[in-house]
């Protein structure tokens, strides 16, 4: 059976559930939900898997905290063997309204410290992520505090559509491959895409 590890980056701790920072754990969160599945606090990471026609997927949640992300990232690649290809990480992205995602196969980080970590622990900037946006309505110096904070009351359904969405890009991304996941799900305005998996 081909092996998959979806990566959720976030924040460990009850002080920062339901936070922007953390809208990958939300994403892995619900696949877990999804599939039944329990979270075992195991090395570096919560981690559970989830089968989908014939495929496994090991979900983790760093418990590293966002800042030192790869450490989890490179120690679940390495236990459980599987191929970089087969690697998706799931993040935040301030760069993109809520509602919004994006599926890239390499890049820069960006500046968000998690993916930096990821990218310099695992020694090359070329591995899956899907981005979820989660805005970038802040004023100059607050963005610390506006990607710790809160999803608004207002934001919350579209946030939550984009979770749904992002769950079956994952699926797309396992059973038809990375290029044509890009091409069904990262159209502009368009977060959600039906029938994107098989």
Known sequence: MVKYLIVGLGNVGSEYEGTRHNAGFMVVDALAKEGEARWTLERHAYRTEVRHKGRQLVLIKPTTYM???????????????????????????????????????QGAAGGHNGLTDIENLLGTPNYNRLRVGVGSQFSRGRQVDYVLGQFSADELPTVEASVKTACDAVRCFITQGIDRTMNLYNKKGNARKEGGTE
Not at 85 to 103: C, E, H, T
């Open 67 to 105: 800042n030192l992300s790869g450490k989890a990232v490179k120690y679940w690649l390495q236990a459980e063997k599987i191929e970089l290809a087969n690697l998706l990480v799931v993040v935040d992205d301030i760069a993109l309204d809520p509602g919004i995602i994006r599926i890239k196969k």
